[in-house]
């Protein structure tokens, strides 16, 4: 097989992230990927980190967005209006379009602990109100890269000839990124994308610049048209190094958030608020605790 020739990105900005809580949803968080400003993440909206036991995140709606959540420890049980119901463990990702609208809930299992990252993607205005769907994307049904000190695990989108088993409405590159000390790996990504990496545990050396756990990457999109490369190497000599990497062209319109609503008008806000009052969203689902 003939190696790409690709151009190596470069890192624009890195952001540390914002610890706060408790709340009264959970007993920790943090704010990762802020929406302060959209013209700089977008097609990525918000990522946050929470740890939590009780009571976690009970019934609430979404519309116009597509999430993605990463158990990083514990067990997350979740439920949602379209009647599913489940738990997933350490390494498994939940996928969820959120669409024309749903109602779902959060919670750690038995109410012991969980540990969560979630990431907010933005949908094209044509696509706000699509069809609402989830997938449960287990960790042993994602698509695995390995060699010499390096697992990737492939989760949307390709890397090379594997293709990760989740489906888009927006095309998103996703990868989850093991690195023993000294291990590189440089995920090939279209031009055109904007891509993060954020580092999860260990250090690591994203295109020659130093990045620490807590802290996200960015590379901006490139005014070039071969293939791009981000090269990751495991800094930490004492652990393995994990990172998230994900990547996906900026959709460049209009962004309006609600709460829980991301629309492309305020009036479309508006509206989603009125839909939900007025159970458009189906009612709040009374399922029992697993």
Known sequence: MTTPVTVARHVDRVRTKA?????????????????????????????????????????????GIETVTVVLDGVLEHGDSLGHAGALEPGDIQWMTAGSGIIHRELAFRNEHAHTLQLWLNLPTDKRMVQTRYQDVRQENQAKIEAPGVLVRVVSGAAGEVSGPAEN???????????????????????????????????????????????????????VTEPTSLELTG????????????????????????????????????????????????????????
């Open 19 to 63: 610890m706060g809580g408790p709340t009264e949803q959970v007993d920790k968080n943090a704010l990762i990927i802020a929406p302060d400003d959209v013209r700089k993440t977008d097609p990525f909206l918000l990522m946050a980190e929470d740890w939590f036991s009780e009571p976690g995140f009970e019934w609430h709606p979404h519309r």
């Open 169 to 223: 409405h927006w095309p998103i590159t996703g990868l989850m990124v093991t690195l023993e000390p000294g291990s590189t790996y440089a995920p090939v990504l279209a031009p055109e994308d904007r891509a993060f990496a954020y580092v999860i545990e260990g250090k690591a050396t994203i295109a020659g610049q130093p990045v620490a756990a807590g802290q996200v990457a960015w590379s901006d999109p490139m005014n």
């Open 235 to 290: 800094a930490d000599p004492e652990q393995r190094t994990t990172v998230m990497v994900f990547s996906g062209k900026p959709i460049r319109e209009s962004i309006v958030f609600g709460g829980p609503f991301v629309m492309s008008t305020r009036a479309e806000v508006e509206q989603a608020y009125v839909d939900f009052r007025r159970g458009k969203f189906g009612p709040i689902p009374r399922l029992a605790r697993l």
